[in-house]
């Protein structure tokens, strides 16, 4: 699953800098005329002046986008500029009130207080913007992991391009040399060596991984063609290197860009950012809500998990999450507290087929825990996965870790996706399918067709499923 970069990111800092322009204002008619909106100026209309800044400022910005390259300049230069566009934005608003013949009725003592507090406020949130921004993404697991894989003629190119470019979307994984045949070690100019062509495909299967940018001279590309079509049945995205010609008379180009090398972007699903966006308010509502109900329960229900079988009320296990990640998912504790040493002596009446383990009437159930797992009610406390981003509300079921071991790298292919309290799977009867590949085959098609109706459509099916009572087994 891809998703192109959205404006996201400019809109958001374009709505800060809107914000301290009317903060500015405000505090500057403030110092002035001891007042927040008004003046001893009747022809002073404190709106009007507001209107005309955020119209000059935001028509500078539609022109020039004058924030594209803000996380490449340091301190002086964001000061700069900065000022030089805060005076740009006082004379386009000064010529504007001029032919509105009311100029005169603001004050020029205010109009400086304006520039000096604007040119202030406005550095001080770019810097702390620039300071934020990169927790914001790895707090929200929004960090894309990325594998560099190139030969000995763009390897040190690609490794400074990657370096450089100040995206904090993505996190550089390692780098893959298609030409070092000896044991992956070390680094490559400060950059992990994650492993060599050999075992390319052997480590993508095993890492946490969502996108790789291969880079590699014209006689090579062949080469690597069988290992592209691997890791692209894995759901990985690819960015592939094409020679692009420089032309002087026509400067832009639109292609996914790293650096200096434009590239050509394969993906299962390339997902509408809109609806991604869409798909991540509806967790987080519903996580809400969710976790109220989780409180309830948890108040309900934890006496009665420990009078029946003493242990935590809640169970937590280690699972697989998206392309790789590996994180904690939560649930009301079901079995006897020995339940996971007791697995092996049951394996052998496994009634699913393949990597995932189920048996009607397991003995390692309590009673109040078959009741939950009948009602769903065990599955509440993943609701705090939700909220972590861990988890989304529909998705795919997420694997323990000895099960992910085993996967081809088909199967991979179901972790491209945020893994899902329910999915597919679970409304298509998942207490009768006993085949792990249908179960994969659901949650790819899942991936491979999905939108935010689909979701919807989904969750409204999941809600039905039990109150009919069709729990797992």
């Known amino acids: 699953m891809y998703h192109r970069k959205s404006r996201l990111q400019s809109l958001m800092i374009l709505a800060l800098d809107c914000i301290c322009i009317m903060v500015s204002l405000m505090m500057a008619n403030y110092i ?18 507001l209107v005309a800044c955020l119209t000059v400022f935001l028509a500078m910005n539609l022109l020039r986008n004058t924030n594209r390259n803000m996380f490449l300049r340091g301190p002086l230069h964001e000061m700069i500029h900065i000022i030089r ?4 934005m006082f004379a386009g608003t000064a010529v ?51 594998l560099a894989v190139a030969d000995e003629e763009y390897a040190e190119a690609l490794v400074h391009d990657l370096t450089g470019m100040k995206d904090f979307s993505y996190e550089i994984t390692g780098i893959v040399l298609l030409d070092r045949e000896e044991e992956a070690a070390g680094d490559f100019k400060g950059m992990p060596i994650a492993a060599h062509k050999r075992d390319l495909v052997d480590y993508c299967k095993g890492a946490s991984l969502d996108e790789v940018i291969i880079a590699v001279a014209g006689s090579r590309k062949k080469e690597i063609l069988a290992e592209m079509e691997i890791l692209a049945e894995m759901g990985i995205t690819l960015h592939y290197q094409i020679p692009v010609p420089e032309l002087r008379g026509a400067r832009q180009k639109e ?19 809109g609806q991604l966006l869409l798909k991540r308010l509806l967790d987080i509502c519903g996580a809400l809500v969710g976790c109220v109900f ?36 939560y649930k009301f504790r079901s079995m006897y507290a020995d339940a996971e040493e007791r697995k092996q002596e049951l394996m052998k009446q496994n009634e699913m087929n393949g990597l995932m383990f189920k048996i009607e009437n397991d003995p390692r159930i309590t009673r109040i825990g078959r009741f939950m ?14 909220l972590k981003s861990d988890m989304s509300l529909v998705g795919t079921r997420p694997p323990t870790l000895d099960e992910f071991a085993q996967y081809s790298p088909y199967h991979k292919k179901r972790l491209s996706f945020r893994p899902g309290l329910t999915g597919m799977w679970q409304v298509g009867g998942r207490s009768e399918i006993t085949d792990f590949e249908e179960i994969v085959r659901l949650d790819v098609e899942y991936i491979d ?13 999941t809600v039905l499923e039990v109150f009919r009572g069709s729990g797992a087994k």
């Open 32 to 49: 002035r005329n001891g007042r927040i909106f008004r003046s001893d100026n009747e022809r002073m209309d404190f709106g009007m002046l």
């Open 85 to 88: 566009n805060n005076l740009l």
């Open 96 to 146: 504007f009130l001029y032919f509105l013949n009311i100029l005169d009725a603001y004050s020029r003592l205010a109009f400086f207080y304006f520039l000096i507090l604007d040119c202030g406020l406005m550095l001080a949130v770019h810097q702390i913007w620039k300071k934020t921004l990169p927790f914001l993404y790895k707090r929200f697991g929004e960090v894309r992991n990325l």
């Open 255 to 273: 292609l996914s860009q790293f650096g200096r090398f434009y590239t050509v972007t394969y993906a299962n699903r390339v997902a509408p950012v």
């Open 294 to 329: 989780l409180l309830l329960l948890t108040v309900v229900m934890g006496p009665l998990i420990k009078l029946e079988s003493p242990g935590p009320v809640f169970f937590s296990q280690k699972r697989v999450g998206r392309n790789g990640r590996i994180f904690k998912m």
């Open 373 to 386: 797992r009948r009602t769903s009610l065990d599955e509440f406390p993943q609701f705090i996965n939700i």
């Open 449 to 461: 067709n999905w939108s935010f109706m689909l979701d919807v459509k989904i969750l409204l099916k």
